[in-house]
């Protein structure tokens, strides 16, 4: 069911943020994109949490081989052999390595693991701006910026500013932005950046309520992302 139209919570916490975005007036702004960061799009950055459903595979080793198997609340998961596993927070890769280390020399000589996400259940992130449906959106899977605009019905054709692209991110306990260019990652030009849990994604324009469009375009630099 498509999330409904609300009103995000999240103004008046980002009113004191700096963003990566130049300051001066906006027709300045519009005459040139803002800066594009190198990012990669690998699917691993995808970070597991609790009620995710994932497989995992162990190679040629039936028995040790899970489908579906769900994170629990605290974010552990439960394998024969080896018990309890502390899932939540990391990327696939990151658990088929922890659970190919506890496996190796007890039980197996060279375990060779693979961990998919099968249902992503925990993860969320939320659309605003210039959006035809702005709201709070569940990740099904490792997902990207263009693939989260589009969860909210896609950019406002007759609004929005594809050039200016924000994504608010909390790094190391600080809320920091990145400015991304649509029309670019669409024409593939420049890489799509995946997305994270409790990302907070605007998309400038001139619909775009009063309090974004100061956060967008008045609040001078302080901090940017990089996504990789």
């Known amino acids: 069911m498509t999330p409904p139209k609300q009103t995000l919570p999240v103004f008046m916490l980002l009113g004191a943020l700096a963003l990566a975005i130049a300051t001066g007036p906006a027709s300045a702004r519009d005459a040139a994109p803002p800066p594009v960061l190198g990012v990669g799009s690998s699917m691993e950055e995808y970070r597991l949490g609790p009620q995710d459903k ?15 198997l769900q994170i629990d609340s605290a974010g552990n998961i439960f394998l024969p052999l080896i018990g309890g596993v ?7 890769s990151q658990l088929a390595n922890e659970i190919a ?12 693991v693979s961990v998919s996400v099968r ?4 993860q969320k992130v939320t659309v605003d701006g210039a959006v035809v449906q702005p709201g709070v959106y569940a990740m099904s899977g490792p997902t990207t ?8 019905k896609g950019a406002d054709n007759k609004y929005a500013n594809l050039k200016r692209v924000t994504v608010f991110r909390t790094v190391d306990g600080q809320r920091q932005a990145a400015v991304f260019d649509l ?9 799509d950046p995946v997305i994270r849990s409790n990302d ?12 974004w469009r100061e956060i967008l375009g008045a609040i001078p630099v302080l901090s940017i992302f990089r996504a990789y």
Do not use: C, F, H, W
């Open 86 to 92: 502390a899932a939540s927070g990391l990327t696939p």
């Open 145 to 152: 910026l263009l693939q989260a605009v589009a969860m909210a």
């Open 101 to 112: 280390a506890r496996l190796k020399g007890q039980y197996l000589q060279e375990p060779q």
């Open 200 to 211: 907070v994604i605007v998309v400038d324009g001139s619909s775009v309520k009063g309090v």
């Open 54 to 68: 994932i497989d995992v595979n162990v190679y040629q080793v039936k028995d040790l081989t899970v489908q579906g």
């Open 119 to 122: 249902e992503a259940i925990s």
């Open 183 to 191: 029309r670019e990652i669409r024409a593939g030009r420049a890489a």
